[in-house]
């Protein structure tokens, strides 16, 4: 699941270390901290506004132009008031960012989330269907290596939207590293519709629960709402993506010497066997039952979404019922050895593995806990800043500042890969902020998870980038020389994607 495991000391070009996600957001911790002691408190006044969704009358509560005002003291001067070490009233403090994040404002429920639906989709993981049947699509795909390349590019898209793949393309990067080659390809396309496809799809996705749920929630959306834009949005982009991987794939074939991988290759051109496309998979009835399982839930989870406005906890609850389902198939039809006891096991290692990302989100709550916390109403540093950063975007056009939007996010990117973090910790600046420019919460969302994706193909932070070209034996030098007009191609069309949004009111 994309972006949801923090990983610890990621290295690139040999001898450089990437901090850890956790060290680089304690450095924020202490900027945050040192910025209580030199910036003034502000606060706003808010105001309800009501709009139309789907023919029902909604109301929300907005940030009201101009009201800005700083906190002063009897004698008419603003307040600063900085940040103690330690606060032994349950307030805010600096060493207290850690546990005030988990407790404080939405993390919980978050974090919650977070933890039901990796369980869920542990239990689908632990039973191989999904693996089956990707491999089995390998199998009979041999010979017909044109066709693979889009079928496998879309699949691989849909997952990174539906379940937020990332981590787990990283095993078929392994197999389809030497099918490419021994096919006359490179592993340049095997990380392309493995690792990128999955980004692709998990930048544009309609229903992501790890970084399009939780924004919306943030922001004070209904969670997956504007669906019907961003499926076209995923439709274009996986096209578009599909489409320069086969153009490059027909360049390699014509020519091969001149992938950037063709030296490094040559490890790939010595195996004489496609390692685990034989050997010890089988797909049967009750893999095709499982792959149902996880098709009747998406449905279920649009249909709640779209017609009965189910949220967080519906949603994680509904995914919790397709790991039951799922771990209930495997014990019944013994996949992968499944038996029952396993269920438990996968849904403790399934939310084991999103404990970094829920951390992040704690850290990154803990973050406006030390600015004061994200209360528009109530004077604090946060709110101050978030004035700021509306003046100097003062005068700009509604479109000009939902670019800016989105490149301000993907270069946030580079220092907080995880989704549900980098959402934790911008969302609550960016949404109020949208109110101010005249852009719609909705595209401020819609600039955050394409700003969080696509750069996810470049920044050497990135762990799963890291793994899938350290399985490709590709360097991550040598991996930039190629990706940047790619990338260059798919941030163009998000920019353009943007701009549409705000024309349309989105």
């Known amino acids: ?73 009897d004698a008419g001067k603003v307040v600063t008031e900085g940040v103690p070490l330690f606060s032994g009233d349950g307030g805010p403090g600096f060493f207290n960012y850690m546990y005030n994040g988990i407790v404080g404002g939405s993390a919980i429920e978050i974090i919650a989330f977070l933890m039901v639906v990796g369980g869920a989709f542990g239990i689908m993981i632990k039973t191989g269907a999904i693996e089956a049947g990707l491999i089995g699509l390998i199998r009979k795909a041999r010979g017909a290596e044109k066709l693979l390349i889009p079928v496998l590019f879309v699949l691989f898209s849909l997952g990174g939207a539906v379940f937020g793949m990332g981590e787990e393309a990283l095993p078929f990067t392994m197999i389809l590293c030497p099918l490419f080659v021994a096919v006359g390809y490179d592993t340049v396309i095997a990380v392309l519709v493995t690792y990128v496809a999955t980004q692709i799809g998990f930048g544009t996705s309609w229903m992501n629960p790890f970084s399009v749920g939780i924004a919306q929630g943030i922001a004070g959306l209904d969670v997956f709402s504007g669906a019907g834009f961003r499926m076209a949005m995923w439709v274009f982009f996986t096209v578009l993506g599909c489409g320069m991987t086969m153009f490059y794939a027909a360049r390699i074939k014509k020519n091969p010497e001149i992938s950037i991988a063709y030296k490094t290759d040559q490890y790939f051109r010595d195996q004489n066997e496609n390692t685990g496309i034989d050997e010890g998979h089988s797909f049967g009835i009750g893999h ?205 069309c998000a920019i353009i994607t943007v701009l549409i949004a705000v024309g349309m009111g989105f």
């Open 1 to 73: 699941m994309s972006e949801k495991k923090v990983g610890g000391l990621k290295s690139f070009n040999k001898g450089f270390h990437v901090p850890d996600t956790y060290i680089i957001i304690f450095f924020v911790v202490v900027i945050a901290a040192i910025l209580t002691y030199m910036i003034p408190k502000g606060y706003y006044e808010t105001q309800d506004v009501t709009y139309m969704m789907k023919g029902v009358e909604k109301t929300r509560t907005v940030i009201k132009d101009g009201s800005f005002q700083y906190l002063t003291d």
């Open 288 to 492: 095709i039952l499982v792959l149902l399982t996880l098709v009747v839930t998406v449905i279920w989870v649009i249909w709640g979404v779209m017609v009965n406005g189910y949220y967080m906890a519906e949603i994680a609850t509904q995914f919790f019922v397709m790991g039951i389902v799922s771990g209930i198939i495997g014990v019944i039809f013994k996949l992968n050895d499944m038996k029952l006891n396993d269920i438990a096991v996968s849904f403790k290692n399934g939310a084991k593995d999103l404990i970094g990302a829920a951390l992040v989100v704690a850290m990154a709550q803990g973050i406006m806990q030390v600015l004061g916390g994200s209360d528009p109403t109530t004077p604090t540093v946060i709110n101050t800043i978030l004035y700021g950063i509306s003046q100097a975007f003062a005068g700009l056009s509604g479109a000009f500042a939902a670019v800016l939007m989105y490149l301000f996010q993907s270069v946030f990117n580079f220092f907080v890969v995880s989704g549900s973090g980098q959402a934790a910790i911008t969302m609550p600046i960016m949404a109020p902020l949208a109110d101010l420019l005249g852009v719609t919460r909705q595209t401020s969302v819609l600039a955050f998870q394409l700003g969080d994706a696509l750069t996810n193909l470049i920044v050497p932070t990135s762990g799963c980038l890291i793994g899938s070209l350290a399985i490709a034996r590709i360097e991550w030098s040598s991996w930039i020389k190629f990706m940047w007009k790619f990338l260059g191609v798919l941030m163009i």
